[in-house]
């Protein structure tokens, strides 16, 4: 049991479980902005539209993205499926929960700018989020697939060197 615990150190905690919970962080700071705050910020990129849907798509993108890169290392998930099947069962198990996980925090997202002045809930938004996540667990599926095959490559070539005999 200790042996199996001890990959979870401080290492794997900086790698790993504190990427998404700072990321969530920057998004309840970014949320608990003011209308007029959060359109300060934006600059002469406040009026242009689809600025705002551009961010919520890419603050989920990202969070999703973090949360399956996650629950890939919990899971015991270090190698995506071989070449050939890009995505197996587990790895469909690791997105959904990355997914729900995720979708979660957008809805509790939603309800906290409900209490910022000049905010409301916008299922828009959670349309965005939602398209955002979909998105970041694709992209980790496919950073995970393409891992795997670069280090099946590694392997390869290593093993296809020739060793020289020292017997006579």
Aim: hydrophobic residues 50%; aromatic residues 12%; proline residues 6%.
């Amino acid at each position: 049991m200790i042996s199996r615990l001890g990959r979870f150190g401080p290492g794997w905690l900086v790698a790993y479980a504190l990427p998404p919970v700072a990321w969530a962080g920057v998004i309840f700071w970014l949320s608990s902005r003011t209308a007029s705050q959060a359109g300060d910020a934006l600059g002469p990129l406040a009026d242009v539209p689809l600025v705002s849907e551009a961010f919520h798509f890419g603050e989920y993108c990202l969070l999703a993205f973090l949360v399956f890169r996650l629950m890939a290392t919990v899971g015991g998930l270090r190698r995506a499926a071989p070449p050939g099947s890009p995505v197996q069962a587990l790895d469909l198990l690791l997105g959904n929960v990355s997914g729900a996980a995720s979708f979660a925090y957008a809805i509790s997202d939603e309800v906290h700018q409900t209490f910022v002045p000049g905010r409301t809930f916008a299922v828009e938004d959670l349309a965005v989020d939602l398209a955002g996540i979909v998105t970041g667990i694709a992209a980790a599926w496919a950073w995970r697939w393409w891992r795997n095959i670069r280090c099946r490559q590694c392997h390869r070539s290593n093993r296809s060197e020739p060793t020289t005999s020292t017997h006579a």
